[in-house]
């Protein structure tokens, strides 16, 4: 197999990692605060979460610093090697969720509120989940 498929397989695989990962984390918080989010609506949440982190990077109303921790976030997110082996059952995947929570905090507390509202690709009523979920309050 080629080392470029073999790269994209491997970033395709990230990302679906991801993708169980944040659904894992924000279920297990919706059901914590009490939400009552069905497994449906936190799908719908995972891709506008990942759209998120890239608005955020180009927003220039970020502050430089929160940009380039995205950056490095999103470069986290991709690589092979967590906090937590991806072996370990549930909390192996977990790391990644919970790294992007305390990364839409540290935007929230640098740029407001605002900057999430302004690059949120979703609906009125997913930006006040998430918001729920990452412990930001009610939207």
Known sequence: MSSWLQALLAVA?????????????????????????????????????????GRLVRDRAVPTRVRVLLVALLGYLLMPVDLVPDFIPVIGYADDAVVVVLAIRLVVRSA?????????????QG?????????????
């Open 13 to 53: 695989g990230g990302l679906l990692v991801l993708w169980l990962a944040l659904i894992v984390v924000l279920l297990r918080q919706a059901r914590r605060v009490g939400d009552g989010l069905a497994l449906r609506e936190v799908l719908r949440l995972v891709p506008d979460v990942i759209r998120l982190l």
């Open 112 to 124: 407001g509120v605002e900057a999430l509202e302004r690059s949120w690709p979703g609906s009125e």
């Open 127 to 139: 930006l006040g989940a998430l918001l729920r979920l990452t412990g930001l309050g009610a939207h």
